[in-house]
Every structure is written in structure tokens, then in C-alpha cells.
Nanobody, 123 residues
Framework: QVQFVESGGGLVQPGGSLRLSCAVYEILFTFYDMAWYRQTPGKERELVASVTSRGSTNYADSVKGRFTISRDNDENTVYLEMNSLKPEDTAIYYC?????????????????WGQGTQVTVSS
């Protein structure tokens, strides 16, 4: 079964930076587009950034110019470099696959979320 293990979150002041990592297991990693999602209490999980198997990237408007997604196909790992963090970036961040046709994981992965990593931006 596919498994996602996120790490790298923490408490950071506004304007600070963090780098998230996600190790992915039991998946043909190079086949899938990968993405970072985030969720805050009472809100739907939202797509933050995605990267295709060839490295093309897309970002939500709210993080464009501040976040950078990347992947290492040899290590089955996805990264999210977050700069100029704002309090509204506070959330639990998850990685998962991304279906090419929409902003959701592939159906077979939609119940395979990892534990996520908490990012808190506060002074």
C-alpha cells in the first residue's frame, strides 16, 4: 500500500522559511504527478503546489512566488521550500499524488493520507 511520510514542519515567525519533505513508499513514483496539500480546522483540504513527473510545477495563487515544489525521482521524495511565510500559511501540510484532470489525488490514493506535518507561522 502506498505510504506518505511528511516531515519538516514547525513554528516559525512571519517572514521565515521552512523546508518540508515527503518520503513516498510502495508506489511507481515516476509515473505520478505529486503535490502538497494543506488543511486548517473547519476548512477543506486545498492544493498548494504540484509537480509533474518531468518537473513542471504549478502553484496556488496564494503561495506563488514564495513556495517552491521539487522532487527527487531517485529518492522517491517530494519537497516544499516555503519562504516569506505568513500567518495564513498556518496549516497541516500533506503530500499525495495529483490526478492530471483535477486538484485531487488519484482515487486509489484518496484514503491514503499520511500524518501530515504542522506548520505554524506566528510571532
Amino acid at each position: 500500500q502506498v505510504q506518505f511520510v511528511e516531515s519538516g514542519g514547525g513554528l516559525v515567525q512571519p517572514g521565515g522559511s521552512l523546508r518540508l519533505s515527503c518520503a513516498v513508499y510502495e508506489i511507481l513514483f515516476t509515473f505520478y504527478d505529486m503535490a502538497w496539500y494543506r488543511q486548517t480546522p473547519g476548512k477543506e483540504r486545498e492544493l498548494v503546489a504540484s509537480v509533474t513527473s518531468r518537473g513542471s510545477t504549478n502553484y496556488a495563487d496564494s503561495v506563488k512566488g514564495r513556495f517552491t515544489i521539487s522532487r527527487d525521482n531517485d529518492e522517491n521524495t517530494v519537497y516544499l521550500e516555503m519562504n516569506s511565510l505568513k500567518p495564513e500559511d498556518t496549516a497541516i501540510y500533506y503530500c499525495n499524488t495529483k490526478h492530471p484532470g483535477d486538484d485531487q489525488p488519484w482515487r486509489t490514493h484518496q484514503d491514503r493520507w499520511g500524518q501530515g506535518t504542522q506548520v505554524t507561522v506566528s510571532s
